[in-house]
T-cell receptor, first 114, second 111 residues
Framework: DVKVTQSSRYLVKRTGEKVFLECVQD?????MFWYRQDPGLGLRLIYF???????EKGDIPEGYSVSREKKERFSLILESASTNQTSMYLC?????????????FGPGTRLTVT | AQSVTQLGSHVSVSEGALVLLRCNYS??????LFWYVQYPNQGLQLLLK??????LVKGINGFEAEFKKSETSFHLTKPSAHMSDAAEYFC?????????FGGGTRVLVKP
């Protein structure tokens, strides 16, 4: 079974703090993704990476950055946390090949910024 | 840009009744379509997918979905709801490496 793990299930941070969310996958997938999930908005893509040291902006990259130094690990960074970044953050990994664009999700990190 | 619309943010069904969750996608060639389920305090789990071939797709836990190109729809159904089906369901569409998600539909199952 594919396993995607996230470093924390719950996190509380103060406004202005630098926040690191870590994600690790064990299936040697090329692609990794960070989403935020908000009620009524579904999942929105923040950043994704299709290879080590490569990154692409998603639909809502403002206020976030990412790092992928190893294939299995993808980090999301909030340089200066703000209250509007309070949300559920989901990491996913996947392969992309013809007829298969499945993604496998971690359990999520619920971040509260006070 | 791709867009996915799920009609109804909340659906309430009685145990044993039909579950019907509606999803419309933006037209693209080809449309790779997915339904994911999220149980409380968990990540998303793939229920089923349509990529090519048969338009009626069967998934896990008795769910199925029908791809209708003329209606740009990919509605999810289950003939008989079970209490364990209470969860949030997301329809999504693939474009390249990326998935675009609908807003989600939360299903409540009444005994």
């Amino acid at each position: 079974d594919v396993k995607v793990t996230q470093s924390s299930r719950y996190l509380v941070k103060r406004t202005g703090e630098k926040v690191f969310l870590e994600c690790v996958q064990d299936m040697d997938h090329e692609n990794m993704f960070w989403y935020r999930q908000d009620p009524g908005l579904g999942l929105r893509l923040i950043y994704f990476s299709y290879d080590v040291k490569m990154k692409e902006k998603g639909d809502i990259p403002e206020g976030y950055s990412v790092s992928r130094e190893k294939k299995e690990r993808f980090s999301l960074i909030l340089e200066s946390a703000s209250t509007n970044q309070t949300s559920m953050y989901l990491c996913a990994s996947g392969i992309s090949k013809l007829y298969s664009y499945e993604q496998y999700f971690g359990p999520g990190t619920r971040l509260t910024v006070t | 840009a791709q867009s996915v619309t799920q009609l109804g943010s909340h659906v309430s069904v009685s145990e044993g009744a039909l579950v019907l969750l509606r999803c419309n996608y933006s037209s693209s060639v080809p449309p790779y379509l997915f339904w994911y389920v999220q149980y409380p305090n968990q990540g998303l789990q793939l229920l089923l997918k349509y990529t090519t071939g048969a338009t009626l797709v069967k998934g896990i836990n008795g769910f199925e979905a029908e791809f209708k190109k003329s209606e740009t729809s990919f509605h999810l159904t289950k003939p008989s709801a079970h209490m364990s089906d209470a969860a949030e369901y997301f329809c999504s569409q693939a474009a390249g490496n990326k998935l675009t998600f609908g807003g989600g539909t939360r299903v409540l199952v009444k005994p």
